[in-house]
């Protein structure tokens, strides 16, 4: 049937696009620096860099996210926050601003492209955030973004400049009086509840913030005390402190002795078991849970049943802080606070131990994130993975640290494929796999896992020298040990390599052979509901329709039993296929709608571009050129960010010329070009919105239905929308 016709997008027709970015919210209140806000507006009106620099605690992190957001409206493509105190390695700097612009590529490509790319041509503004530790590796990659990227500006916030050229530095000066005893005495108020500053204390608060010089982080600490001291105490004690810690380095900033100051006196009116647990929890890398600090936290001198308690007393001295999620509470330190407390754990000769049971931790955690990744929690395991990465980074680096534990890195990240293949993440999961596999080891299974999945990873960068010799060493050492799980994971995933590069013939030969060889073993799990995907798919190619609707029709079956997502959108969209080669476009449609919007709603810009180009050709089969033309545009922007469009495939790209032929015969070249470049300028959201005739609009897109087929003729009404990110690359 054919829909109706709508106008194609324009720029002067297209809706306000809301301001995007990452900025988090404000839990408090921003307490002064009215004239540093105004200050900091005026250079980055005349600067592209600017740099807000100070000693540790002076709040430079809030400040910086405070100017970001009064300034949000100013940049049409947002304002976006990356935070890399957590990131270690200088080789995953480009990973995390990837990861902080919520951006998904699938290629082959170096992030730094990936980068360079997305910036070119946009205007927004990217905070960089506890970058001192990468300083040359940061200051390199703000260097060539700004020189390539004329819009984009950058405001960094660290202890010392980058120096880059053109950078300006914004000192950031503690409190002045005023601000101080207001922040103070809001921070006071907010753990004593009715707190006031009487005119007997109110000199003695003065002094105590004059003694802490003003550092926001110093003033929250002495404020937190309030809870069971007196503004008198709390002086009285301050000045004990300041004499028992004054050991720093004679050449370092009075200031920044102040803070150690304040933290040490912070720390010794800590209990013992408080003082162990701040220890403890500094082995962990950016957020944590109570799970996980029951787990690697509690032991000798700290029982299991009692973390809560006594992490309970280190959120309410501002020690720990807590941030809700959609995964719930989660806690963190901050970075100076986990430094102070590392050197303790050090001291009592138990870091080793600790960093052990972190690791241990997140493989478990890890293992059942794979295991409910085959299950109705697959958005879940998604989310709580891409949560804990810098738990799970570090968890591999501790395990590369030791040749007797370089096995359980690889078990880590072979066990991550799903992440790395199905949220996005190709390409740190090509790093950490090279990374993991250049140590020597015995070819056990945790090596072999991590070789089938760097072939599968290097088959979706586009990538196939490298993913026949990681999947021809993972079959060889797999027979010769015996691993037959090894085999069959190497057999799939070169008759994957086939099918994308043109030899369906082959990829039906390898794909039989590899299911034959997971129902020997008992496998069933994503992987192998893809390998029948992907063998649905070769049938098509070689013109089996009623076979290829056959094996999709059992693998739609055993997701709707399973809870399972991922693979029903491909699957989806081998059955559109077959549908429409049949003729069948109504019910085409219905299936490529529901794979649309699946993939939609876990960010798998593959699966997006793919059901988007068979849409636009049912579009032009039900006779509406301009809509499918414009369709077609939607998908040229999004294949950029997948790797080459179509993969180069002969029979992947013969719908995108059969749509063509269709859209140009109907409209002439200069409609149907117009018609393209519209396309083009439509973003992925609503380019989706479009697809299923729910416009452009923000927050129209239906919510997928759980397990729901498309097969009848009526559409499903829609359900809860799932979250996730990223998704695989069919064949």
């Known amino acids: ?298 032991g000798a001198g700290l029982p299991a049943d009692s973390v809560l308690d006594v992490l309970d007393e280190l959120l309410a001295q501002s020690v720990v802080l807590r941030e809700d999620s959609a995964l719930g509470s989660r806690y963190r330190l901050l970075d100076t606070v986990r430094e102070y407390g590392a050197e303790w754990l050090r001291a009592t000769g138990d870091a080793d131990r600790l960093r052990r049971r972190h690791r241990d931790w997140y493989l478990g955690l890890a293992t059942w994130c794979e295991l409910d990744w085959f299950s109705p929690r697959q958005a879940d395991a998604a989310a709580r993975i891409d949560s804990e990465l810098p738990n799970l980074r570090q968890a591999m680096e501790c395990s590369m640290e030791s040749p007797d534990e370089v096995h359980l890195a690889q078990y880590l990240a072979g066990t991550l494929w799903f992440y790395w293949t199905g949220c996005g993440h190709l390409s740190e999961g090509r790093h950490w796999l090279d990374h993991v596999l250049e140590e020597e080891s015995p070819y056990d299974h945790s090596r072999l896992k991590a070789l089938w999945v760097l072939g599968y990873v290097a088959v979706l960068q586009g990538d196939p020298a490298g993913a026949v010799s990681a999947l021809q060493e993972c079959r060889e050492e797999g027979e010769r040990s015996g691993d037959a799980a090894a085999v069959a994971y190497a057999v799939h995933r070169t008759g994957c390599l086939s099918i994308v590069t043109d030899d369906p013939g082959r990829a039906e030969e390898l794909l039989r052979e590899a299911l034959t060889r997971y129902q020997e073993i008992g496998e069933l799990n994503s992987n192998v509901l893809m390998a029948q995907v992907e063998l649905g798919m070769a049938v098509a190619f070689l013109g089996d329709l009623d076979g290829a609707a056959a094996i999709c029709d059992e693998v739609r079956e055993i997701c709707e039993d399973h809870g399972e997502r991922w693979a029903l959108a491909y699957a989806l969209y081998v059955l559109g296929f077959t549908a429409l080669e049949a003729g069948l476009s109504g019910r085409a449609r219905r299936m490529l709608e529901e794979a649309l919007s699946i993939g939609h709603t876990f960010d798998d810009l593959l699966g997006t571009a793919l059901s988007l180009e068979l849409l636009a050709l049912i579009t032009a089969v039900e006779g509406d050129a301009t809509e499918a033309a414009v369709l077609q545009g939607a998908a040229d922007r999004i294949w950029p960010s997948v790797g080459l469009p179509l993969f180069g495939s002969a029979h992947y790209g013969r719908p995108r010329l059969q749509c063509e032929e269709r859209a140009r015969a109907a409209l002439g070249d200069v409609r149907y070009d117009a018609a393209r470049r519209a396309g083009r300028l439509l973003d992925t959201r609503g380019a989706v919105a479009r697809a299923l005739g729910t416009g452009g609009e923000a927050g129209a897109l239906p919510d997928p239905a759980p397990g729901g087929s498309g097969a009848g003729e009526t559409r499903r009404p829609a359900a809860s929308r799932t979250t996730g990110r990223g998704g695989p690359e069919l064949g």
Not at 71 to 81: F, H, L, N, S
Not at 222 to 249: I, K, M, N, P
């Open 1 to 298: 049937m054919r829909r109706p016709q709508r106008p194609s997008p324009t720029p002067d027709d297209a809706e306000p696009v809301p301001v995007r970015g990452n900025l988090p919210a404000e839990l408090d209140t921003f307490v002064g620096r009215h004239d540093e806000l105004a200050q900091l507006d005026s250079l980055l009106r005349e600067s592209r860099l600017v740099t807000v620099a100070g000693v540790a605690g002076v709040g430079k992190t809030r400040f910086a996210s405070r100017a970001a957001a009064l300034m949000e409206k100013r940049y049409c493509d947002g304002v976006w926050i990356a935070e890399l105190s957590s990131v270690h390695d200088p080789e995953l700097l480009e990973h995390a601003l990837v990861d902080a612009l919520g951006l998904t590529d699938h290629t082959h490509r170096p992030p730094r492209a990936v980068l360079v790319e997305h910036c070119s041509e946009r205007s927004l503004l990217l905070v960089i955030d506890g970058f001192e530790h990468l300083l040359d590796a940061c200051a390199g990659l703000v260097r060539e973004l700004l020189r390539r990227a004329p819009r984009l500006q950058v405001l960094a916030a660290g202890r010392r400049p980058l120096r880059v050229d053109g950078e300006r530095t914004f000192p950031l000066a503690p409190m002045g009086d005023d601000d101080a005893m207001e922040l103070f005495t809001r921070r006071a108020a907010a753990v004593r509840p009715g707190f006031r500053l009487t005119d007997g204390d109110r000199e003695t608060a003065r002094e105590l913030c004059r003694r802490l010089d003003g550092i926001p982080l110093a003033l929250e600490l002495a404020a937190g005390r309030l809870r069971a001291l007196t503004v008198e105490q709390v002086l009285q004690r301050l000045d004990d402190r300041f004499r028992l810690l004054t050991g720093g380095s004679p050449n370092a900033l009075p200031r920044h002795q102040t803070l150690r100051t304040a933290i040490g006196w912070s720390h010794e009116l800590c209990a013992p078991e408080q003082r162990m647990l701040w220890a403890r929890l500094s082995v962990f890398a950016g957020q944590f849970d109570l799970e996980a600090v029951e787990y690697i936290c509690g």
